[in-house]
């Protein structure tokens, strides 16, 4: 497996969404929980691995170094409940005002990547610890596309920018891909707080109100100057 330079989320790093997206795409299960061991590099050959004789599991290696591993999966909050694709348009403006975003190039939600490169989601607020952003897909979007969408409202849902965090773990379900140019809704909500994780949920809904995948998630804060050293 190789993680095109593309998809960086940090400088240097995969995006942690799309990572895990690609690893569980190696489980035949139907909810899968990706722990993230270390920054994954990009355009380097790496390895997978299956850890059971069902391929109810498997492993990323850049070499002997762990860089991810998958399982089985469950979870076990409600998901999200949606906002109207307009409320999420009008937190994407509050979403445009912020500053000092930690990661500005990152695929999901780097404010400095060209429209069609990243994907360019916007999580702007629309409760307590609750945001949302609006997404409409040029194209159909391979499952690890939705792993992807899923990941960064999580985070913002506690305010990165000023706390830069990164995704520790991700445990997401994907039921269904939206249509080229679906008006899409995605929801991210702050659970708790220990210390440097903060657990968070995240959620994505199509044009009719359908739920097409939900996600938990752990995130790590970090010193983004240190991180992946």
Known sequence: MIIDRRFHGPEGSGNGGYVAGRLAGRVPIDTVTVTLRRPPPL????????????GHSARL????????????GAIV???IAPVPFERAMEAAEKFRTQEN????GCFVCGPDREPGDGLRLEPGPVGDGIVAAPWMPERVPERE?????????GGWSFDVAGRPAVL???????????????????MGLARSREGRKMH???????ADGRLLGR??????EIDPESFGR
């Not at 355009?43 to 069902?54: C, K, N």
């Not at 002997?64 to 998958?70: I, S």
């Not at 975003?101 to 500005?104: L, N």
Request: proline fraction near 8%; charge should be negative; aromatic fraction near 6%.
């Open 61 to 72: 290696w850049d070499g002997e170094r762990l860089v991810a591993e998958a399982l089985a």
């Open 200 to 206: 968070a949920a995240t959620a994505l809904y199509g």
């Open 168 to 186: 520790g773990t991700m445990t997401a379900q994907v039921m269904d891909v939206p249509e080229a140019g679906e008006r899409c809704v995605v």
């Open 215 to 220: 996600a938990e998630q752990i995130w790590i």
């Open 77 to 79: 909050v409600p998901p």
């Open 101 to 104: 975003h930690p990661f500005p």
């Open 43 to 54: 355009d380097t050959e790496l390895a997978v691995t299956a850890e059971d004789e069902r």
């Open 145 to 153: 596309l939705v792993w992807a969408a899923l990941d960064c409202p």
